[in-house]
């Protein structure tokens, strides 16, 4: 596609709820990512794809949270019994490695998170 | 390991001053340094990069940064402000090396003042 396209662009959930964020990269980007951005603390890494393999899990803040990737292209991401503490705006990223000379993060619009 | 650490979360300028964005990086590798530019209420944007060339990296609106090794900083520079350069700014750091991981500072929100 022409952009880094994430649904839904805004979610209600009720505490404890499970819900899944969807992230459509730009086509031929092996690359992908996932951020979360709450007030005041900026961009978090929550981990990162390269092809379908996530080499830096890192950043997931707790065993509730997983990520998939398939096909090397459209990832979802879980969050299991969400907390009110899960509200946040969730950031998808994309990019070319192979392109150095364009070397950068392509984001989409988000979603933001609300849990009740 | 690579992080990297922005000065201010919030920077008050002048319309026609001088804008300084500060940020350190840490990287056991050389690094690649990014800076992105959040507008109100749209999506991030790369404002420039630096992946080893030129130390003066020149990118859009009239911005700049300059990679200080010596320093670890890759600090955001711009002459004179304008009221469009409203917004929140974010230093990012990336490893040289096939590890493709972006690390993201926790911002810095710049106001200018008519």
């Known amino acids: 596609g022409a952009g880094v396209s994430q649904s839904p662009s805004n979610k209600v959930t009720e505490k404890g709820k499970d819900v899944e964020l969807r992230c459509d990269p730009i086509?031929?980007?092996?690359?992908l990512y996932w951020y979360r951005q709450s007030l005041g603390q900026g961009l978090e890494f929550l981990i990162y794809f390269q092809g379908n393999s996530a080499p830096d899990k890192s950043g997931l803040p707790s065993d509730r949270f997983s990520a998939e990737r398939t096909g090397g292209s459209v990832s979802t991401l879980t969050i299991q019994r969400t907390q009110q503490e899960d509200s946040a705006v969730y950031l998808c990223a994309s990019s070319n490695p192979g392109d150095r000379a364009n070397e950068k993060l392509f984001f989409g619009s988000g979603t933001q998170l609300s849990v009740l | 390991a690579q992080s990297v650490t922005q000065l201010g979360s919030h920077v008050s300028v002048s319309e026609g001053a001088l804008v300084l964005l500060r940020c350190n990086y840490s990287?056991?590798?050389?690094?690649?340094l990014f800076w992105y530019v959040q507008y109100p209420n749209q999506g991030l944007q790369l404002l420039l990069k630096y992946t080893s060339a030129a130390t003066l990296v020149k990118g859009i609106n009239g911005f700049e940064a300059e990679f200080k090794k010596s320093e670890t900083s890759f600090h955001l520079t711009k002459p004179s402000a304008h009221m469009r350069d409203a917004a929140e700014y974010f230093c990012a750091v990336k490893s040289s090396g096939g590890y493709q991981k972006v690390t993201f500072g926790t911002g810095t929100k710049l106001q200018v003042i008519p």
């Open positions: 990287s056991s590798v050389p690094p690649y």
């Open positions: 086509s031929g980007h092996t690359a």
